[in-house]
């Protein structure tokens, strides 16, 4: 910390400062008179601050220091920390009911068919699935609808889609054919599990419904469109236009401290930015893998710099400690990270937040926060591996696609039973019910940035290089950057630390 003090006195100069320099002057009894003398003996020439301009001879060091900038520390150090507010309004975090018996799964379930079907029921009126077959006559039946989740997809023999529906009441085969080009586009993309409701005609023998039209739960039409709209955008930011008044959020995930394809420097460059107030960034949310973890993939620990986990978190939390006190850091776990892998996660335990500053807000992943009457929705993104396997045109180098996805079918894991073990809670952690301002998510390693009816969604990236495994899947890390999104226009601004 006292090293950060160096760098913002030099800073505030105007200059920047090499590592060892700080480190050298961070040595004395006095770096606060080092540092004015330093500043006295620089000319414009000057950049960057090195040990060559130090010249620590010919600073007379006082015998009985005053130390003022251990002192201004000090001070800092016991303030409270003027960090704006976070309200977090859903986290699994202390509430983890599950043992994992049959029943919860049947609730489970029970819970998401319940709170999806609640919302296509504001555009559709169906029925019972059971009362199809209880009240079909021989007769056509032109438009009927149903809701339900959808417990199988197949493709059959003829090229057609059929889909097995099922609700509280029982379950019904529908069929799409691929000629009615818009709902076969929808179909097309219908994972295991997630609801939708369907409209078709019932065929006479009472068994098989043809499909007219497919509808997600999706997000209403031109959602969002006002915010609690404060002051003007980002400058220069793709959406915003203004001078940020309002206050920023920087969003990053991936950032995988002790592997050692960890890019320190660059995140070291980054949290110095945060300092050196360029934009005005009052928040830091990180979506999970804030460290590498161990025993996470075969081979790992022979590509670990830092082999113990905990001493892993240690050296996050001395990275983290260097950022400015008035910005808040929101912390959530990912698969990397030292909690249960099922999900929804709960925060991480106390041992590791002990670890960090008091003021840094551990959540669950999933978490809905809030924050300047923004509500950001933080998912680490494990579902993405599951539905870029499942859904046609989903990609890793196009991540913003398939969190869309997610935002069409409120709901952040839809298919059970794949990659990421889903924990039967309660109630489904995972479907969207608040539609958020942002969705922050991470996990593929690669940026992604989009805008649906009104809801920013971000990929944030990485801070690891391409690792041996990601070389052999051929998946390419887009690593060093910071998303910064204006908490008043959701406008956002790439910043890049390689
Ligand atoms: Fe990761």
Same mark, same amino acid.
């Given at each position: 910390?006292?090293?950060?003090?160096?760098?913002?006195?030099?800073?505030?100069?105007?200059?920047?400062?090499?590592?060892?320099?700080?480190?050298?002057?961070?040595?004395?009894?006095?770096?606060?008179?080092?540092?004015?003398?330093?500043?006295?003996?620089?000319?414009?020439?000057?950049?960057?601050?090195?040990?060559?301009?130090?010249?620590?001879?010919?600073?007379?060091?006082?015998?009985?220091?005053?130390?003022?900038?251990?002192?201004?520390?000090?001070?800092?150090?016991?303030?409270?920390?003027?960090?704006?507010?976070?309200?977090?309004?859903?986290?699994?975090?202390?509430?983890?009911?599950?043992?994992?018996?049959?029943?919860?799964?049947?609730?489970?379930?029970?819970?998401?068919?319940?709170?999806?079907?609640?919302?296509?029921?504001?555009?559709?009126?169906?029925?019972?699935?059971?009362?199809?077959?209880?009240?079909?006559?021989?007769?056509?039946?032109?438009?009927?609808?149903?809701?339900?989740?959808?417990?199988?997809?197949?493709?059959?023999?003829?090229?057609?889609?059929?889909?097995?529906?099922?609700?509280?009441?029982?379950?019904?085969?529908?069929?799409?054919?691929?000629?009615?080009?818009?709902?076969?586009?929808?179909?097309?993309?219908?994972?295991?599990?997630?609801?939708?409701?369907?409209?078709?005609?019932?065929?006479?023998?009472?068994?098989?419904?043809?499909?007219?039209?497919?509808?997600?739960?999706?997000?209403?039409?031109?959602?969002?469109?006002?915010?609690?709209?404060?002051?003007?955008?980002?400058?220069?930011?793709?959406?915003?236009?203004?001078?940020?008044?309002?206050?920023?959020?920087?969003?990053?995930?991936?950032?995988?401290?002790?592997?050692?394809?960890?890019?320190?420097?660059?995140?070291?460059?980054?949290?110095?930015?945060?300092?050196?107030?360029?934009?005005?960034?009052?928040?830091?949310?990180?979506?999970?893998?804030?460290?590498?973890?161990?025993?996470?993939?075969?081979?790992?620990?022979?590509?670990?710099?830092?082999?113990?986990?905990?001493?892993?978190?240690?050296?996050?939390?001395?990275?983290?400690?260097?950022?400015?006190?008035?910005? *808040?850091?929101? =912390? @959530? +776990?990912? /698969?990397? #990270?030292?909690?249960?892998?099922?999900?929804?996660?709960?925060? !991480?335990?106390?041992?590791?937040?002990?670890?960090?500053?008091?003021?840094?807000?551990?959540?669950?992943?999933?978490?809905?926060?809030?924050?300047?009457?923004?509500?950001?929705?933080?998912?680490?993104?494990?579902?993405?591996?599951?539905?870029?396997?499942?859904?046609?045109?989903?990609?890793?180098?196009?991540?913003?696609?398939?969190?869309?996805?997610?935002?069409?079918?409120?709901?952040?894991?839809?298919?059970?039973?794949? *990659?990421?073990? =889903? @924990? +039967?809670? /309660?109630? #489904?952690?995972?479907?969207?019910?608040?539609?958020?301002?942002? !969705?922050?998510?991470?996990?593929?390693?690669?940026?992604?940035?989009?805008?649906?009816?009104?809801?920013?969604?971000?990929?944030?990236?990485?801070?690891?290089?391409?690792?041996?495994?990601?070389?052999?899947?051929?998946?390419?890390?887009?690593?060093?950057?910071?998303?910064?999104?204006?908490?008043?226009?959701?406008?956002?601004?790439?910043?890049?630390?390689?």
């Amino acid at each position: 910390m006292q090293e950060s003090l160096i760098v913002e006195e030099f800073a505030n100069a105007g200059y920047q400062v090499s590592p060892d320099a700080v480190a050298l002057i961070g040595s004395y009894s006095a770096p606060d008179t080092i540092v004015s003398k330093v500043l006295q003996s620089l000319d414009d020439s000057v950049l960057v601050v090195g040990r060559e301009h130090l010249n620590l001879d010919c600073v007379k060091i006082p015998e009985k220091p005053t130390d003022k900038l251990a002192e201004k520390l000090a001070e800092k150090l016991s303030k409270p920390a003027d960090a704006p507010a976070v309200n977090i309004l859903s986290d699994i975090s202390n509430e983890s009911t599950c043992v994992g018996e049959y029943s919860e799964f049947v609730r489970y379930f029970r819970d998401r068919y319940t709170r999806l079907s609640g919302i296509i029921r504001g555009r559709i009126t169906a029925r019972p699935i059971e009362s199809l077959r209880a009240r079909h006559s021989g007769r056509e039946y032109d438009s009927v609808s149903i809701i339900g989740m959808v417990s199988d997809v197949r493709t059959t023999s003829n090229g057609n889609k059929l889909l097995e529906i099922e609700d509280p009441t029982g379950s019904f085969p529908v069929l799409v054919r691929p000629s009615d080009r818009d709902i076969w586009a929808i179909a097309s993309g219908i994972v295991h599990d997630e609801v939708i409701g369907v409209t078709g005609s019932i065929t006479r023998d009472g068994h098989l419904m043809i499909v007219k039209s497919i509808v997600l739960p999706d997000l209403p039409n031109r959602y969002n469109q006002t915010l609690p709209g404060r002051g003007q955008g980002i400058n220069g930011s793709e959406h915003g236009n203004g001078d940020g008044a309002a206050g920023c959020a920087a969003l990053i995930s991936d950032v995988h401290i002790g592997s050692d394809t960890f890019l320190g420097d660059a995140f070291s460059d980054f949290i110095d930015w945060l300092g050196d107030g360029s934009l005005p960034v009052q928040y830091l949310i990180i979506a999970g893998d804030l460290v590498d973890g161990v025993g996470i993939y075969p081979g790992q620990e022979s590509e670990l710099e830092i082999p113990d986990v905990y001493d892993q978190y240690r050296s996050a939390a001395e990275y983290l400690g260097r950022v400015p006190k008035n910005i *808040r850091i929101i =912390i @959530a +776990p990912g /698969n990397h #990270d030292a909690v249960r892998l099922a999900e929804p996660q709960p925060a !991480l335990p106390e041992k590791i937040r002990s670890m960090f500053s008091d003021d840094v807000i551990f959540t669950g992943n999933p978490a809905l926060v809030e924050i300047r009457g923004v509500r950001i929705l933080i998912y680490h993104g494990r579902s993405m591996d599951d539905l870029i396997a499942t859904i046609p045109k989903m990609s890793y180098q196009r991540p913003e696609l398939v969190m869309i996805e997610m935002l069409r079918r409120r709901h952040l894991a839809p298919m059970y039973g794949g *990659r990421v073990s =889903i @924990a +039967p809670e /309660n109630s #489904d952690h995972f479907v969207i019910d608040r539609v958020p301002h942002i !969705l922050h998510c991470g996990h593929v390693h690669t940026i992604g940035i989009d805008r649906y009816k009104g809801v920013t969604v971000v990929n944030s990236g990485t801070w690891q290089s391409q690792t041996d495994f990601q070389k052999r899947m051929n998946l390419d890390p887009v690593p060093a950057h910071a998303t910064i999104v204006d908490l008043a226009t959701l406008g956002t601004k790439m910043v890049k630390f390689a």
